[in-house]
């Protein structure tokens, strides 16, 4: 199968109901269930090169989280936050009515695998974490601030192609052919143009964080790490400016003892198109 099949399921918050979108590849009655969740303005088409090529061994789902993609903005923007985002994919797992899941998260994806299976009788089975850790280095997030939210308009599926390339040179080489596939779904018509298809609003968390708070959370997120039990896997854009090399490092030294792959030439963060980042998940999923 070429193409995914859309689906919803809908998930509690402080207002009522949202519903999240998510896209499901290969056998739905396949046991064998890898979920791949995206970074913090992306979205689940994100994955359809990894999700083509592992669909002939699993049941691929690839939410659009809350906010962003075909999922529901929130009437409440407090709720665009990593312990929401775990609660709806808890409702998503239970909607696959399967005992475990194998988990690719990147960036923030990551953090939200982190979260999940971090939690007592949690159902992930094995975690890819795509070049995201406990600390967040303060000057990534500074640069994610810069355009995150910010009004903008393009004219052509080109023209936006080439302005969110401009700002996400951390992906690393791609093709033409390969930055529109991931720059299409994306997008969302406006008029007589396009623009990005997330709410603004996701980026008031960031802006509004404190060092303070940067500082509490971190904390939790390394209790968290080290609370995990399931085989982990740490991928890291050599150039990242968002996972450092001492704090991947660590990670291979603490809690689950990541295995660490790092990819030359790439920053924040891999997208798992090319043929080697694709190769270590396969491996690491489908190995002993």
């Not at 903008?152 to 700002?167: N, P, Y």
């Not at 968290?224 to 400016?241: F, H, V």
């Amino acid at each position: 199968m070429n193409e995914p099949r859309l689906a919803f399921v809908d998930c509690l918050d402080t207002r009522g109901l949202h519903r999240l979108a998510y896209w499901d590849w290969g056998d739905p009655a396949n046991p064998q269930v890898l979920v791949c969740v995206h970074g913090l303005s992306r979205q689940g088409r994100d994955f359809d090169t990894l999700a083509r090529d592992l669909s002939d061994r699993y049941r691929v789902v690839c939410p659009d989280i809350v906010g962003r993609g075909r999922s529901d903005w929130l009437a409440d923007p407090a709720g665009y936050a990593i312990p929401a985002y775990v609660a709806d994919m808890v409702t998503l797992v239970a909607r696959l009515n399967v005992p475990q899941v194998d988990w690719v998260g990147t960036s923030m994806g990551g953090l939200i695998g982190l979260g999940l299976a971090a939690l007592p009788r949690s159902p992930v089975r094995r975690l890819v974490l795509n070049d995201v850790g406990p600390a967040i280095e303060a000057k990534a997030l500074q640069r994610i601030g810069s355009y995150l939210g910010v009004p903008a308009h393009w004219k052509s599926v080109d023209e936006a192609a080439d302005a969110l390339w401009a700002i996400s040179r951390g992906f690393g080489p791609h093709t033409r052919e390969q930055w529109l596939a991931l720059t299409r779904p994306q997008l969302v018509s406006d008029g007589d143009g396009y623009k990005s298809h997330y709410d603004p609003a996701i980026a008031l968390a960031l802006r509004a964080a404190t060092p303070e708070q940067a500082a509490a959370g971190e904390a939790v997120l390394w209790q968290s790490y080290d609370r995990l039990r399931c085989p982990t896997l740490l991928l890291r854009g050599a150039e990242s400016d968002l996972l450092s090399p001492a704090t991947a490092q660590a990670m291979t030294q603490r809690g689950p003892k990541a295995r660490l792959v790092e990819f030359a030439g790439v920053g924040h963060a891999p997208t798992l198109v090319a043929p080697d980042q694709r190769a270590a998940v396969r491996d690491f999923l489908l190995g002993p």
